[in-house]
C-alpha cells in the first residue's frame, strides 16, 4: 500500500469511503421501502379479515379469489401450516395470510384472507437493480473527481519540487515562493526556505573560509618565492644571501604554523581534536606558558607575572591548553602593550585563565568576531600573525567544555573558562 | 619607469620595490587606499601595482576612485585572492591585468612593461556620450536616467558606436564589428539594426543622436 503514489492512495481512501458510505445508504433506502410495503399489506390484510369476519358471522362459507385477494372462509378450524405461500393459483405473486378464528351462531369458523406479494417484490426488486446500477457509477465518477482532487491538492507540492530542483549551488540566494494563505503548502515553503537559508550561511562561510585559507597561505608562499626568486636574480653577497634566507625561514615558520593550527581546527570542527586529559597543577601550566615566553617579552622590554593559588587542579589536556595560552600571551606581546598578567582562579568548578595586559585591548567593534577564524583587528593585519590564534585558543577550550572569552574594559583581556572536572 | 606599490604587507612592499629597484625602475610604496590614492593624484606613474586586501578602502574600490577621478595609468592587480569573482571585480573595476600571488617576479616585470607600452588614454569603464550611458560588464545602458531595454546585439552595436562618437562609421566598419564572417545574410542587416536601435535610444526620448551620413553611413552625435 506504501508503495503507491499518494494520489493513488487518496483516490483509494475516497473510493472505499465513498463505496461504504453509498452501500450503507442502498442498504437502507432498501429496507426503508420493505418495511413501508410490508406494512401497506399488514393493513390490507387487517382490513380485509375484519371484513371477511363479519361475512363469516352472517353465515358464509366458502372461497373467493382474485388477482390481488383472497378470502375463505372454512368450518375446520385448524389453522393454516403457513402464512406466507410461494404460489396461490389465480394470484398474482407470493400471497402473504392473516386468519383468525370467529366464533358464529352457527359455530367456529376459520377466517383466512391473503394478499399477493407480486407488486410488493416487484417494487423491491426494482429498486435493489436501480441501486446496483446507479452505486458503482456513482462511485466510478467520485473516484474520478477524487483523484483530479487530489491532484489539484498535490499540485502546488510538485510546482514547489520542480522550484527546489532547480536552486543550485550557484545561486544559492534564490527561495522558494510562499502563497498566500497560511496553509501546510506555505507552511513547508516557509520551513524549505528556512532551511536554504542555514545552507546558504553554511555554504557562505565554507567559501569565505576557504578563500581566507588561501589568502592566508599565498602571502607567506608569495614572500617565500619573491624573496628566494630576487636573491637569485643576480650574484649576490653572502650577507645578503644570509639576510635573504632568514627572512624565507620566517615565512616557512609562519607557514608551519599556520598549517598546524589549520589541522586543529580542522579536527577540531570535526569534534575529534584528540585530547589527553589528565589532572593538571593550572601554576604548572601558567609556569610553563611564562617560561615559553620570556625571551621574547625579555627582548620586548616587558615582563611576564603568574597569580595563581597552588591548589587548582583541573583535568585538561597539558599541552593543548598550554598552546591555547601560549596564543593569547602571543597577541599580547604582539598588540598589547605593558606588562602581561597570567592568573587562574577556580569558582564554581569553573577554572578560568585570564591573560591580561595594559594596552588597551581589542577594539570594541572587533570583539564580537574576536574568536572567528582569520578575523584581525586593522592594526593586526600587518603583523604576521595568522589570524588563527584566537580561533585557536577558542577551538581548544571548546574541546574541553569550555569557553573563551574577551573584554577591554580595564586593559586587554582575554579568557578561557574550562570545567574543573571532566564533565 | 616609475611605479606605485600599493601593499600593506611591509615586507612584500619592500621586496617589490628592491625587485623593482634592480631592474633600474624607481618605485614608491603606499601602505592604504587612500594613500595610494593621493599619491597617484601627485604623480603620474607609468604603472600601479594594487594590493586588493588593504586597510580601509580595498583595491577594487581604489581603482574605480582612480578611474573616476580621471586618472588612467596602467593598473596591475597583483592579489593573493584568485577566484575568478576577483579576477572579474578587479578588470571591471578598471584594472588593466590581473597576477595572483605568489607570482614570478620575471612574470611581474614583463607585465609591468607591456602595461607602460598602453598610452594613458582613458579607458573608462563605463562609457559615456551625451547623456547616453552604458556599461558593458554589467550589460546596462541609460538615456539619461532610464534604462535601456536591448538585445544582445543592439547592445554591443551601440557600444560600437559609444567608441567612436562624432565619428561616421562605414556600413561596413559597423558590420565587420558586430558581426562574425558567419553571418550569412549581410545585405542590410546594418540598415535594420540601427532602425532597431533607434526605436529604443532615439524615438521615445524625441531625440535624433545617430543620424544618416548620405553615402557614408552613420553617425552617433557626439553630445
Given at each position: ?423 | ?156 552595436m551601440?557600444?560600437v558606436f559609444?567608441?567612436r562618437p562624432g565619428e561616421v562609421l562605414s556600413r561596413l566598419y559597423l558590420l565587420e564589428h558586430c ?9 542590410n542587416v546594418v540598415d535594420?539594426y540601427v532602425?532597431?536601435l ?12 545617430i543620424e544618416t551620413v548620405r553615402g557614408a553611413g552613420y553617425r552617433l552625435r557626439?553630445?
Open positions: 500500500m506504501s508503495r503507491l503514489p499518494i494520489r493513488v492512495r487518496l483516490t483509494l481512501a475516497f473510493a472505499l469511503a465513498m463505496a461504504a458510505v453509498l452501500a450503507a445508504t442502498g442498504a437502507f433506502l432498501y429496507l426503508r421501502l420493505q418495511s413501508s410495503l410490508d406494512e401497506a399489506v399488514h393493513e390490507t390484510l387487517a382490513a380485509r379479515l375484519v371484513d371477511a369476519t363479519a361475512l363469516a358471522r352472517s353465515g358464509a362459507t366458502g372461497r373467493t379469489v382474485s388477482d390481488e385477494s383472497l378470502t375463505e372462509i372454512r368450518t375446520a378450524t385448524a389453522p393454516p401450516a403457513r402464512t406466507e405461500l410461494e404460489r396461490v393459483p389465480g394470484m398474482d405473486g407470493r400471497v402473504r395470510l392473516a386468519y383468525s378464528v370467529v366464533d358464529t351462531p352457527r359455530g367456529k369458523r376459520l377466517v383466512i384472507v391473503g394478499a399477493a406479494l407480486g407488486d410488493r417484490d416487484e417494487a423491491l426488486t426494482g429498486l435493489l437493480r436501480q441501486l446496483l446500477i446507479a452505486v458503482p457509477v456513482a462511485l466510478i465518477i467520485a473516484s474520478l473527481l477524487g483523484y483530479w482532487l487530489a491532484g489539484a491538492a498535490l499540485r502546488p507540492v510538485e510546482a514547489m519540487r520542480a522550484e527546489a530542483a532547480a536552486i543550485s549551488g550557484s545561486e544559492p540566494g534564490r527561495r522558494l515562493p510562499r502563497g498566500e494563505a497560511d496553509d501546510e503548502i506555505s507552511r513547508l515553503a516557509t520551513t524549505l526556505n528556512e532551511m536554504l537559508a542555514r545552507l546558504e550561511r553554511a555554504i557562505e562561510r565554507e567559501r569565505s573560509f576557504v578563500a581566507d585559507a588561501s589568502h592566508e597561505l599565498r602571502t607567506p608562499l608569495a614572500l617565500l618565492r619573491a624573496e628566494l626568486e630576487l636573491a637569485l636574480r643576480k650574484p649576490r653577497t653572502a650577507p645578503e644571501l644570509e639576510a635573504a634566507i632568514r627572512s624565507a625561514t620566517a615565512e616557512t615558520d609562519r607557514l608551519v604554523r599556520l598549517a598546524e593550527d589549520l589541522l586543529v581546527l580542522a579536527q577540531a570542527d570535526e569534534g575529534r581534536l584528540p585530547l589527553r586529559r589528565e589532572p593538571v597543577r593550572a601554576a604548572d601550566v601558567l609556569g610553563a606558558v611564562r617560561e615559553a615566553f620570556r625571551s621574547r617579552a625579555d627582548a620586548a622590554g616587558r615582563s611576564i607575572e603568574t597569580d595563581v593559588a597552588d591548589a587548582i587542579v583541573l583535568a585538561a589536556d597539558r599541552l593543548r591548553l598550554q598552546q591555547a595560552l601560549g596564543n593569547l600571551v602571543d597577541n599580547a606581546l604582539r598588540y598589547g602593550e605593558g606588562a602581561i598578567r597570567l592568573d587562574a582562579s577556580a569558582r564554581d568548578g569553573l577554572v578560568e585563565f585570564h591573560v591580561r595586559d595594559e594596552g588597551p585591548g581589542l577594539p570594541p567593534e572587533f570583539l564580537p568576531h574576536a574568536f572567528e577564524r582569520f578575523t584581525r583587528a586593522e592594526a593586526a593585519r600587518t603583523g604576521g600573525g595568522t589570524g588563527l590564534g584566537l580561533a585557536l585558543a577558542a577551538a581548544i577550550a571548546e574541546a574541553h567544555g569550555g569557553t573563551a572569552e574577551a573584554s577591554s574594559e580595564h586593559g586587554g583581556d582575554v579568557w578561557l573558562s574550562l570545567p574543573q572536572a571532566v564533565s | 619607469m616609475r611605479v606605485l606599490v600599493v601593499e600593506d604587507e611591509p615586507k612584500m612592499a619592500g621586496l617589490i620595490r628592491r625587485g623593482l629597484a634592480e631592474e633600474g625602475y624607481s618605485a614608491d610604496v603606499a601602505a592604504t587606499g587612500d594613500d595610494a590614492i593621493w599619491m597617484a593624484q601627485a604623480t603620474a606613474y607609468d604603472a600601479i601595482v594594487l594590493d586588493v586586501l588593504l586597510p580601509g578602502r580595498n583595491g577594487f574600490e581604489v581603482c574605480r576612485e582612480l578611474r573616476r577621478a580621471g586618472m588612467w595609468s596602467p593598473v596591475l592587480m597583483l592579489t593573493a585572492r584568485d577566484s575568478v569573482d576577483d579576477r572579474v571585480a578587479g578588470l571591471d573595476a578598471g584594472a588593466d591585468d590581473y597576477l595572483t600571488k605568489p607570482f614570478s617576479f620575471a612574470e611581474l616585470l614583463a607585465r609591468l612593461r607591456a602595461l607602460a607600452r598602453r598610452p594613458p588614454l582613458a579607458r573608462p569603464t563605463v562609457l559615456e556620450v551625451g547623456d547616453l550611458r552604458l556599461d558593458p560588464a554589467a550589460h546596462q545602458a541609460w538615456r539619461g536616467d532610464s534604462a535601456l531595454s536591448l538585445s544582445t546585439k543592439e547592445f554591443r551601440l557600444e559609444m567608441r558581426w562574425d564572417y558567419g553571418y550569412e545574410n549581410r545585405s535594420v532602425r532597431y533607434r526605436e529604443k535610444i532615439d524615438r521615445p526620448f524625441g531625440r535624433d543622436s557626439d553630445g
